[in-house]
């Protein structure tokens, strides 16, 4: 396979002493659309080697005075590393989202990669890590004319291109399924991930070919449809990730009506004036549904935003938790969970790492009946305008 660019050497140097663990880490800021960068880190698994590719955002109104170091250490209670120096760096066309990519052996063991942000000016700092594993099932990424798409999804009838890590003959499988949204967190039931799925259709495209999806659905990119190993790629409308049309909006607000309001919106079939009337009743007043209607949209695109894979974010579990509960005050992670704190109403979540060859980094809410307490006193207050 031929890469745009040159491959980035590493040299092991000193040890980087950061002084802190993964575990113990606070990563609020990986959710926090008001912080200045997002580090985004995407293994790919080749034949023989790992290639991690990189994207550095920068976001709109943040100063572009930002640098990148690498660290590997061993475990997730590792206070320190070994630094990883990377000999050359690429640049996109808008200069301000820096992105390229690592090539690391297959490891014998897993190991961590941890990206250190620092703002050149201010001095602040965030970290993100990836977990490095030979048996990471994603072989292929997707392109525009622009470089390596940063989004979770793809948009209906705008032109792709599809890589494999390996140069291979890639088979597209499609599927059309509406999934549904996530159960609220005291369901007695829990949460699934989809281990498989029949597909509606096939199709194949080389390496480095260009396609435009023309219908909506999931799509599974494999050079081998014999391993559980490839990407996929939900596309969506246009407009994705934010809802503008009436019969958009319906689908989330499930999480905040009772069913006679959900019939009532359904029933309502894309007719503003009626939709509008439902919204007024549950709000009841036309100054709070105004509220209401732009704070709880915002949180839907959010959540599509930092959640999408094989569904849409807002129905994931913890895009659903981040809808109705807003943004956590604190995030940990280790390699089978991801726990988040909410101080004000003094609970706490843990998903539980729950991966497939459509999602390796799917993510369960272990549900309880505790929750049902705080979840009901949070949907009141969004009924009510207020919002965390």
Known sequence: MKFSIAILFLLIAAKAGYGQSIAASNFRHWYDPQNEVELQIRPVRMTDKIMVRYTLIVRQGAPNNYSISWEARNSYLDKEGVSVVEKDSVLTQTSKDRRGFLIFNLPAKPWLLIGHVRNKSGGRGWDYFKQIESIYPIDGWIETHNGTITENHLSKNKEYIARSADGKRLTVSYYKTEFPAALPPFAEKEGRSERFLFHDSLFHIDDGGKFTPKLEGLYLFQEDTAVARGFSYRVVKENFPKFTKVDELIAPLILITDQTEYTNLTN????????????????????????????????????????????????????????????????????????WIYKSINTKFTFVKSGSVYDPENYILLRDKKFADAWYGTIDLIRKARFQ
Request: glycine share 10%; proline share 3%; no cysteine.
């Open 268 to 339: 309502a079939k894309g007719d503003k004036p009626q939709f509008d009337k439902v919204i007024l009743g549950i709000t009841g007043d036309k100054d709070r549904a105004r509220v209401f209607m732009k704070n709880f949209f915002h949180n839907v695109e959010l959540a599509n935003i930092f959640f999408s894979s094989y569904k849409e974010g807002w129905k994931t579990d913890r895009g659903m938790i981040y809808l109705v509960m807003g943004l956590p005050d604190e995030v940990s992670k280790n390699s089978g969970n991801e726990i």
